[in-house]
């Protein structure tokens, strides 16, 4: 189902067990989540010590307490595994649960996540605290899903792990044949004659064949997803109705999230991203983006589970959310495909690490602040577009976005080992589309691509999986594909292709890429657009080209290579494949895909021009469309609507003529089709 919801959630990360022995404490947080409008709170993600303070102790009693309270005010639970963190008494009497380093040594007690996802005896012990919570709170109509862990992330370089990886690769590659050949392992006479001499990547050891890097990366990818499902068949095993969700970090790159898409129901995110640091519009596109992806993964809406309402106490500078930005972050989340807003944390805790953390109640204790009013606010807006809630994104264009591709890319030493960050390329690319107000999905090499008239991928240096047939298949049946410098260098395996590159794409894309040159940061070099003359800066590579039935675009205008082609576009079957050979600057992007886009005929989500720092995001269900304009500057603007006419589902009125926007204000409508 598209939905697993029936209503927004509105709630926060909630630690009833700091304040057992403040009573008023939690009579005062149920009064004041009502004000705030909230119907949900996650409990017990840092709970194993107050659950079982020894070993085979337990405590549930002030969990029915909340768990029950909680429900009889209309508020629902989320109830998490408190695998995250464990007790001290468990590292001591079992050190084997915590986790080895890279460098071999085995951590002490302390942190979160500092524990081996391999260790017979955590999995043991997880299971007999996940399986009592379950069997207690299973059927339990206040508890609606179950929050597994949190924040996975990390790995562990200990003996166990080392024999699993051995595993998954004679699982993979069979026999020791086939994996030298794969690795290239002839080169620096790095052959291996038995499984036992391969271990994880380490500073003190192997760390320079790249298949061995990326294998390890996949295989972490796959313990953590292993471990989570078997947290997830424990508490499910009570009630297999009760869906699960585990909760993803911003752009982290130690886990392939979307190979978590076939086993959580529904996919979270915790988002913290850095307002007022640098220009908000610039802050504000990444973040659209990285919601993008996290609908994308399962094609569905997503929950925002953490976000804070204030500010976090853990970026280079702390810095308070400025009126109006709370409700803009917010609904930004919702307008992307999040049926939930969610905040760490409900109460500031009094002690440790995050005693200064953002917080719906800070230690005034008390509703009268800025900051509690911004989350009435929301809470208000939520209950208002509760119609939204059924609704879906629909799209036309696909950004590739591909976690092995990355790993691949960082680790691939050369031609440029500094600032070619992936992510901002893909943003460079996906911020155009955010301008223009249209909505894009993302898909990594696995994803199907069929459905779009338009799929573009910015630095695809490695095509896995067979991805270049399915390139190929898609233009030859009329889509349009992008794609940039330094792409299809490499198969899955880190090896590169023999006989030119972009590898079995040359015919499809009509070219053949002989060299790059790699710009240092001072050096710019320039493109031509033989059409009209328009001269555009390129930075950091520049591909040098030959077109073979490519239409050369554009061409270089300096440098020894003055006169190659920069841009192309090739005719293959009943489609088009465009090459980019550098990376542009952003009015070449924007003035190249408007017209690519207009070429194709794909619609803005409102055809109106739109101010500079304003985007507009659309869903849709059968009868509707719903536009969140949303306006990231921090001055006042104006749309003119020319012949549509909006209702305003937040103050329920017509808006026949102009849209007025305040500085960080967002702006509802409901539009029919």
């Not at 927004?8 to 990360?13: K, N, P």
């Not at 709170?137 to 609606?144: G, S």
């Not at 036992?196 to 996949?218: C, F, M, T, Y």
């Not at 895909?593 to 794909?602: A, C, E, F, N, T």
């Amino acid at each position: 189902m598209e939905n697993i919801f029936n209503k927004f959630l509105h709630g926060a990360d909630y630690n009833p067990e700091q304040w057992l022995d403040y009573p008023d404490i939690f009579e005062k947080d149920i009064e004041l989540m009502k004000k705030a409008h909230c119907n949900v709170m996650s409990i017990g993600i840092f709970s194993w010590a107050a659950l079982e303070p020894e070993e085979g102790v337990f405590n549930f009693e002030w969990l029915d307490k909340v768990i029950n309270t909680l429900y009889e005010n209309g508020i629902n639970t989320i109830l998490a595994t408190p695998s995250g963190a464990r007790p001290a008494w468990l590292s001591k009497k079992y050190p084997e649960v915590l986790r080895v380093a890279e460098n071999r040594v085995r951590n002490l007690h302390g942190f979160r996540h500092n524990h081996c996802y391999t260790s017979p005896i955590y999995r043991e012990k997880t299971a007999i605290l996940n399986g009592k919570l379950a069997e207690r709170y299973a059927n339990n109509p206040a508890v609606i899903m179950w929050h597994i862990s949190n924040e996975y992330g990390g790995e562990c370089h200990c003996e166990l792990c080392q024999e699993e990886f051995r595993k998954w690769l004679k699982e993979k590659y069979k026999t020791l044949d086939s994996l030298n050949k794969k690795w290239w392992t002839t080169f620096w006479s790095h052959t291996f004659t038995s499984w036992d001499q391969i271990e994880s990547p380490s500073p003190i050891g192997e760390n320079q064949v790249h298949a061995l890097n990326l294998d390890w990366k996949r295989f972490v990818t796959d313990r953590t997803i292993d471990f989570m499902r078997h947290e997830i068949d424990t508490v499910k095993k009570y009630n297999s109705s009760i869906p699960a969700t585990t909760n993803f970090m911003y752009y982290y790159e130690g886990l392939n999230y979307f190979k978590f898409k076939d086993y959580v129901d529904v996919v979270s995110y915790d988002s913290y991203p850095e307002w007022h640091s640098e220009s908000n519009i610039e802050s504000a596109y990444k973040v659209a983006a990285y919601f993008d992806i996290m609908r994308s993964i399962k094609g569905k809406p997503f929950m925002l589970m953490e976000s804070t309402p204030s500010m976090t106490n853990w970026q280079r500078v702390s810095k308070l959310k400025k009126p109006g930005m709370h409700k803009l972050a917010s609904i930004q989340a919702v307008a992307h495909g999040s049926n939930t807003v969610q905040y760490f944390q409900w109460r500031k805790s009094r002690g440790s690490s995050e005693k200064l953390h953002g917080a719906v109640v800070d230690h005034y204790g008390k509703e009268d602040t800025r900051v509690f009013n911004d989350v009435v606010e929301v809470g208000i807006t939520l209950e208002k577009i509760n119609d939204v809630i059924d609704s879906k994104l629909e799209s036309k264009v696909a950004i590739v976005f591909d976690w092995e591709n990355m790993w691949a890319l960082k680790d691939s030493q050369g031609p440029r080992n500094i600032g070619l960050n992936y992510i901002d390329i893909i943003t460079e690319y996906y911020k155009v589309f955010w301008e223009l107000g249209i909505n894009v999905d993302f898909v990594d090499m696995e994803g199907d691509i069929d459905k779009y008239d338009l799929v573009i991928a910015p630095i695809l240096y490695m095509t896995r999986s067979e991805y270049q047939d399915k390139i190929r298949a898609f233009v030859e049946k009329g889509g349009n594909f992008v794609m940039t410098y330094w792409s299809s260098i490499v198969n899955d395996v880190d090896l590169c292709y023999l006989g030119g590159f972009p590898g079995k794409l040359m015919d499809v894309f009509g070219l053949r890429s002989e060299e790059v040159d790699a710009l240092y940061d001072y050096e710019v070099n320039e493109i031509r657009v033989k059409k009209d003359n328009k001269i555009y800066k390129c930075t950091h590579i520049c591909d040098l080209i030959h077109a073979s039935e490519a239409e050369v675009l554009a061409e270089y205008n300096s440098d020894f290579y003055k006169g190659m082609p920069a841009l192309t576009k090739n005719s293959y079957g009943n489609g088009n494949a465009y090459y980019i050979a550098s990376r542009m600057d952003g009015e070449f992007n924007k003035d190249f895909l408007s017209k690519l886009i207009s070429d194709i005929g794909i619609k803005r989500n409102l055809g109106v021009e739109l101010p500079f720092g304003v985007t507009i995001t659309k869903r849709e269900d059968d009868l509707n469309e719903y536009l969140f304009i949303q306006n990231y500057s921090d001055e006042k603007r104006e749309i003119n609507l020319e012949e549509y006419c909006l209702k305003d589902i937040i103050n329920n009125n017509k808006i026949s003529n102009k849209i007025l926007l305040n500085p960080y204000d967002v702006v509802i409508c409901e539009k029919e089709k």
